[in-house]
């Protein structure tokens, strides 16, 4: 038994042919697809035949209902061969079994055999799929386990040679099973085992093999295309969370800022991006613009560093269907040095006074700039040219402090200008003015245009008249400066000074108080103070020389011979007197001086006018000719005196001569001449003494009396023209007692002759008071007097008064 199993089992290994036996029948099994010629079986044996007689018998096979020879036989050899490709898949399709069936022929005799031939299939087709490609276009939204339907491939190899799995390319996202429909019908589906990302692979390949279970295995393949479709399930993403940038400010506007860009990962709609800002306050929607497309943020508005250094602006970006994220922008602006400094002056002394002391704060100044950094850092000065500087303080202060003395009367005012410029680049700067008044202060002592004044009178001047005015000048302000003269109180000749002139307090004009008498006195001084009306008030004071000039006031005072009432003095000539000898000499003076004093002496009447002449200038008679006998004893010569002033003035007197060599020869003549003459001589001596002593005792009482009353009665010194008795002035032929200059100006020698034979001395000696002139006698009455000083006791005598003849 076992022997003949293995015999079988060889048998189909080799031949796949089983023999089966049955009359009439004959049955078959042979692979597919056999080359031709192939041996089926042996029908010869099978049948019994003889092989000779196959040929003979014209064996053959035909199949039912076909025309078509897929076996034939081979006559010699009695096999059944392959005529034809049999394809079992062509005959049977799917059926699990395969017979196809023949009619075998023979004739001679007839003979039919059915001839059955299983078809045994063998691994020819691979599986295949309906299509090379299957697209599936699958949403990236589908969730893990969705299915999708994937055709089977097909083999038309059955049984073990038909598809008998499936293999999935390895990937992610996809796993393969095979289902089976009610019908039977069998069909795969791809599972989704992890989602999928449109935006991490918008599409794959994978392959899909299907294997049969043939030997050799054969296998088809279809590559699956996945599409994956997008899903809005990315929002816009920035490239930047924070996008920082920063903006000189003062950028114009359209200013390019910054551009914020997002991008989607969707297609399409889902990822058109836009833009707009988030939370905007109402100022910086005012400064910035967003382009909602391309996401530019542009200036719009005046960007100002010191209205906001710092903006934080949030940006939103939207796709199509509303997914949107958020970025910050945070733009610094940077300074620009745009603000010039501002210069407040904080508190200010004006005006200050004249005397503070150097270093002393006038002023307190603060600087401000709105920019920072160094764009705010600021350098305050002033200009050189004035007393003051700038000290820096705390912070942004200044004091100004004056750095010398000021002194108002040369600048009284002054423009500080303040200069602050900061370190920006460029710089900017500012400046400020700061009027500043000086204030005064009474430093000016008033100072008389010139350092002496003089002042020319001719004698006799009217009371009140003008003689000069002095100015002096107090540069310093107001009353600090207004300048007030008066006269420094002093004495001239005794008198005070107020006696003689008085200054007008405002003008500065001198007035002459009383007439000046030049024979009195020729100069003098007084000083006027000028004094201004600060507190405490300032004073200088300068000197005016007053000098009186002469007028031809004093006629020729004739000394000798004696005036014309007492005339008996007579002069005797001796009888041999010769031509040219020297008789007499008329003596004269005039209390004027110079021109007016300069006398000259003319014969205007005489009894024999050959006989004498006289000199012009010397008053010396002479004997023109030799005295005869023939002339007269008694001779008499009326000599005029007359001065040169202008007009000029003049005095007579009458000479009496006589022709004799003995005076005893006219006794008569002799002692009554004599007499008269000593008696004139010794009562102007008395005289003289008489009133010299009650001169003095008149000033002395005046005096006494002018202190009394002052004390009592102060303003009476000052009341205007007091006439002040002449008897106790000094002597008008005093000396001159200017300066120098003057006194060569003025220099006028009193013009007297001198008597040569009568003693000159007598004449100098009662000289100053004899030659009182005769106008200068006070005419006021005692009760004057006593008006002039009230209720003094004072009662001054009365002048002597000479008169000539
Ligand atoms: C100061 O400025 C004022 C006004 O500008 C001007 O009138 C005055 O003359 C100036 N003073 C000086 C000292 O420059
Ligand atoms: C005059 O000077 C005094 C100080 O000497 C001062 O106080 C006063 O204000 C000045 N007067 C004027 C008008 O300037
Ligand atoms: C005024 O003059 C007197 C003397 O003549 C002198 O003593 C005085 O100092 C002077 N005063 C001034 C302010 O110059």
């Known amino acids: ?29 042979v692979q597919e697809e056999l080359k031709r010629g192939s041996v089926i079986g042996n029908i010869a044996k099978d049948l019994g035949l003889e092989v000779g007689s ?123 099973s095979i289902q089976t429909t009610s019908a039977g019908r069998k069909y795969g589906e791809l599972i989704l085992n992890k989602e999928l990302d449109r935006e991490e692979q918008q599409e794959m390949k994978v392959l899909l093999t299907a294997v049969d279970g043939g030997s050799p295995q054969r296998s088809g393949t279809v590559v699956i295309h996945v599409i994956v479709l997008d899903a809005n399930d990315n929002a816009p993403v920035f490239t930047e969370a924070v996008y920082t940038v920063t903006l000189p400010e003062n950028s114009p506007m359209k200013t390019p800022v910054i551009t914020v860009s997002a991008s989607d990962a969707d297609e399409g709609v889902n990822g058109e991006v836009t833009y707009e800002f988030s939370r905007l306050s109402d100022k910086t929607q005012k400064l910035f613009l967003l ?29 199509g269907y509303g997914l949107s994220s958020e970025a910050k922008v945070i733009i610094d602006i940077t300074d620009v040095n745009d603000n010039a400094p501002v210069i407040y002056l904080k508190s200010l002394t004006n005006p200050i006074p004249e005397n503070v002391s150097p270093g002393t704060e006038v002023g307190i100044i603060n600087v401000q700039d709105r920019d920072s950094e ?77 350092q002496s004044y003089s002042a ?14 002095v100015t002096a000048r107090d540069p310093d302000w107001r009353q600090n400066g207004t300048v007030i003269y008066s006269l420094l109180p002093g004495e001239v000749n005794g008198a005070p000074v107020s006696s003689y002139l008085s200054v007008n307090g405002d003008t500065g004009v001198i007035h002459a108080v009383r007439s000046f008498d030049y024979e009195q006195f020729r100069s003098f001084k007084v000083h006027v103070m000028a004094r201004d009306n600060g507190s405490p008030p300032l004073s200088s004071n300068v000197t005016v020389s007053v000098f009186i000039s002469d007028v031809n006031d004093n006629s020729p005072q004739i000394l000798y011979p004696a005036p014309e009432g007492n005339s008996f003095m007579t002069e005797l000539v001796p009888k041999a007197a010769h031509g040219g000898s020297l008789v007499s000499k008329v003596i004269a003076v005039d209390a004027d001086s110079g021109q007016n004093a300069w006398l000259s002496y003319h014969i205007v009447k005489s009894t024999d006018p050959g006989l004498f002449t006289i000199g012009l200038h010397s008053g010396e008679i002479r004997t023109q000719r030799d005295i005869s ?38 006794p008569e003549l002799k002692d009554i001449s004599y007499d008269e003459k000593n008696s004139k001589l010794t009562s102007y001596l008395i005289i003289a003494l008489v009133s010299v002593s009650t001169f003095f005792l008149t000033f002395i009482i005046i005096i006494l009396g002018v202190r009394f009353c002052r004390r009592r009665k102060p303003r009476l010194l000052f009341d205007g023209a007091v006439a002040i008795p002449s008897a106790y002035l000094p002597p008008n032929y005093a000396d001159v007692d200017g300066t120098g ?65």
């Not at 031949?15 to 049955?27: E, I, K, N, P, T």
């Not at 943020?297 to 209205?307: A, L, Q």
């Not at 100004?400 to 009367?409: A, N, S, Y």
């Not at 020319?456 to 005015?469: Q, R």
Request: aromatic residues 10%.
């Open 1 to 29: 038994m076992h022997r003949r199993w293995f015999l079988q089992s060889c048998g189909f290994a080799f031949f796949f042919v089983a023999l089966q036996y049955a009359h009439g029948d004959l049955s078959y099994s």
């Open 291 to 319: 382009d909602e497309k391309t996401g530019d943020i542009s200036v719009t508005g005046d960007i100002d560093y010191e209205e906001g250094s710092k903006y934080e602006v949030f940006v939103e970006a939207k796709d």
């Open 741 to 805: 200059t003057l006194r060569s100006a003025y220099n006028y020698d009193a013009y007297l002759t001198t008597g040569s034979r009568t003693s000159d001395f007598k004449f100098v000696t009662s000289y100053n008071d004899n030659t009182m002139p005769a106008d200068q006698t006070l005419r006021k009455s005692p009760s004057d007097f006593a008006d002039a000083f009230g209720d003094c006791e004072a009662s001054p005598e009365v002048g002597t008064h000479f008169i000539c003849y």
């Open 54 to 176: 196959l040929s003979a018998r014209k064996a053959r096979v035909d199949m039912e209902g076909n025309d078509r020879h897929y076996c034939g036989i081979n006559l010699r050899s009695g096999d059944l061969i392959v005529a034809e490709r049999i394809d079992r898949e062509e005959h049977c399709g799917e059926k699990p079994s395969c017979v196809l069936k023949f009619d075998l022929l023979l004739e001679n005799p007839l003979e039919l055999h059915r001839l059955s031939l299983q078809l045994q299939d063998i691994n020819d087709n691979a599986p295949i799929f309906p299509k090379d490609i299957v697209k599936l276009e699958i949403r990236e939204s589908a969730d893990k386990g969705d299915r999708y339907r994937i055709n089977a491939a097909q083999d038309a190899d059955v049984g073990k040679n038909s598809v008998e799995r499936y293999i999935l390319q390895p990937n992610p996202h996809f796993l393969f």
């Open 629 to 666: 006998e023939s002339d007269s004893m008694k001779q008499n010569l009326i000599v005029a005196v007359k001065d040169n002033g202008q007009p000029s003035l003049s005095a007579t007197c009458s000479m009496y001569l006589l022709i004799s060599d003995n005076l005893a020869e006219v």
């Open 456 to 469: 020319y009178v001719t004698e006799n001047n009217k009371p009140g008249s003008t003689l000069c005015s």
């Open 374 to 450: 160094n764009n705010r850092h600021v350098r305050c000065s002033i200009q050189q040219n004035v007393p003051f500087k700038l000290v820096p303080s705390i912070k942004n202060y200044y004091s100004l402090v004056t750095t010398g003395q000021l002194d108002r009367e040369l600048v009284s005012d002054y423009n500080i200008t303040i200069t602050a410029t900061d370190e920006g680049s460029p710089p900017l700067s500012s400046s400020k003015t700061v009027q500043l008044s000086v204030a005064d202060i009474n430093d000016n002592p008033p100072v008389f245009e010139e």
